[in-house]
């Protein structure tokens, strides 16, 4: 190899680069002290202590963090399950604390909304708000030991509108029922497309259509039917029908005379001519029984002023008006006249319908 030429000066500079012998070069002297800040002065790294790693150790480490993962997956999903049983148990405990009406005597499938109720439950509720519903093979009895029972036929569907001491109130959007109601007059109602029915203490079934027409039958005591002012009493032994946007109809005795029972229908709800109604009147005047007075009185509040002298007159021959109730008073259907008349009936005495109908006011119109 050719040994290259240097200049003797030269090369003694080169050796200060290397070890710091021989005269430095100016330039090389100037870039020292500038960068001279930046050397380092403490000592130099042993690298004998660094550790060789071990490649197996390396891998087990990486089996265990993929475990760590493991662990914490597992963890969140047991997490997740213990969540969702506390909620189905809350969901379950909530069934049977939440206020509501006993569900007992079930057959068939009826349901909760969407969900069919057990048949050999003993803890669910109809909840405020909540709607029993059953098909053609199904029913249920709703049961609150302070107010008494309604059992729910096929085909029906109730909702519970309120449950509180002194009020209960149940909506029959369509279907029957049969209640069987000992609570104090006045506590228990049910709601209907076209009426509101009030318990005075008894026993009876209300069936409703899907139209909204409805037919209350009373077999104990007596209840009480309303539409904004339109309202009825229906004793024992005694039916009502109804039909939205009019409310009851003109109540009556199962066993009254079927023409009778035809012409007051057809005076209710099929409208006609004057001349028609007045033909329907004068068959319901002339068939009425001595028994049948509890309809002309609810009658008087349902014709015109010019029939309504008829109808007092054909009431007066069977149940004569008690002191008090004179014609002009009932012609212009003194409320008071018209509630002593009604007491002489014998069928119970209107003041406790009077005391409770104020809290239940019906919500359809």
């Known amino acids: 190899m050719t040994k290259r030429f240097m200049p003797k000066d030269r090369t003694m500079k080169d050796d200060y680069l290397w070890d710091r ?21 403490g000592e130099a790294p042993d690298f004998s202590r660094i550790e060789i790693a071990d490649p197996l150790s390396f891998w087990q480490r990486i089996a ?19 969540a969702v049983l506390l909620v189905r148990w809350s969901e379950k405990a909530d069934v049977t604390n939440r206020v509501g009406w006993n569900i007992e005597d079930v057959a068939g499938a009826p349901r909760i909304g969407s969900v069919v109720i057990a048949q050999n439950t003993t803890q669910s509720k109809l909840g405020i708000g909540q709607t029993l519903i059953t098909d053609n093979q199904s029913r249920a009895t709703l049961i609150v030991a302070d ?19 002194g009020h209960n109130r149940l909506e029959l959007e369509r279907g029957t029922i049969n209640a069987f109601i000992w609570a104090a007059p006045g506590e228990f109602a049910v709601d209907t497309p076209s009426a ?10 209300l069936q409703v259509d899907d139209s909204g ?11 009480g039917f309303k539409l904004n002012n339109r309202e009825a009493f229906i004793p024992a032994g005694a039916v009502c029908a109804t039909r939205p946007k009019i409310g009851p109809g003109t109540p009556y005795f199962e066993d009254a005379p079927a023409p009778f029972c035809e012409a007051l229908s057809k005076f209710d709800f099929s409208g006609g001519t ?44 069977l149940v004569p008006p008690p002191t008090g109730v004179t014609r002009d008073g009932i ?25 409770w109908e104020r809290a239940w006011q019906p919500n359809k119109s």
Not at 25 to 38: C, H, S, T, V
Not at 197 to 203: E, H, K, N, P, S
């Open 213 to 223: 027409a409805g037919l209350l039958r009373t077999t104990l005591g007596w209840v």
């Open 274 to 317: 004057p001349e028609q109604r007045n033909a329907e009147l004068d068959r319901i005047l002339s068939d009425a029984r001595e028994r049948d007075a509890f309809t002309l009185w609810h009658l008087l509040s349902r014709v015109d002023d010019a029939n309504r002298g008829r109808v007092y007159d054909r009431l007066t021959a």
């Open 64 to 82: 265990a963090l993929r475990w760590t993962y493991a662990f914490a997956a597992s963890a969140a999903a047991a997490l997740l399950v213990a």
């Open 21 to 41: 012998s021989g005269e430095p070069d100016p330039e090389i002297a100037k870039l020292e002290n500038a960068l001279g800040r930046f050397a380092h002065r």
């Open 196 to 205: 509101i029915a009030v318990d005075l203490g008894c026993r009876y079934t």
């Open 331 to 355: 012609l212009r259907l003194d409320q008071p006249m018209l509630d002593l008349w009604w007491n002489q009936l014998g069928l119970g005495d209107v003041s406790l319908w009077r005391t």
């Open 147 to 165: 107010v008494g029972t309604v059992s729910v036929e096929p085909n029906s569907r109730l909702r519970l509108l309120a449950k509180s001491a």
